[in-house]
Nanobody
Framework: QVQLVESGGGLVQPGGSLRLSCVVS????????MAWYRQTLANERELVAV???????DYADSVKGRFTISRDNAKSTVYLQMNNLKPEDTTVYYC?????????????WGQGTQVTVSS
């Protein structure tokens, strides 16, 4: 069983910053890619940023230059630094982790953390 626990959401003014954290725990042999998603108005989850086990990153066009994903493998933690936040960034953010190998490989999700950007 793999658990993901997010933290760091909250209320911030436009132009402000927040840093989200997500700790992965449980029966983990290895952590492959880790990512952050967010809920859309259509109630779907869109990819915000992803980081591979080797540190390669990719971002949604809407957040490039403003958000930075990073990971601390020793702490089994992934971060999302969000700068210059905009009202349209308001939604629930979810952590995602691809763990394990072969038949033990699984995709796990956190419970979500609310980010609200408002003056």
């Amino acid at each position: 069983q793999v658990q993901l626990v997010e933290s760091g959401g909250g209320l911030v003014q436009p132009g402000g910053s927040l840093r989200l954290s997500c700790v992965v725990s449980g029966n983990i042999v290895s952590i492959n890619a880790m990512a952050w998603y967010r809920q859309t108005l259509a109630n779907e989850r869109e990819l915000v940023a992803v980081i591979t086990s080797g540190g390669i990153t990719d971002y949604a066009d809407s957040v490039k230059g403003r958000f930075t994903i990073s990971r601390d493998n020793a702490k089994s933690t992934v971060y999302l630094q969000m700068n210059n936040l905009k009202p349209e960034d308001t939604t629930v953010y979810y952590c995602n982790a691809d763990t394990g190998r072969g038949p033990l490989r699984s995709i796990s999700w956190g419970q979500g953390t609310q980010v609200t950007v408002s003056s």
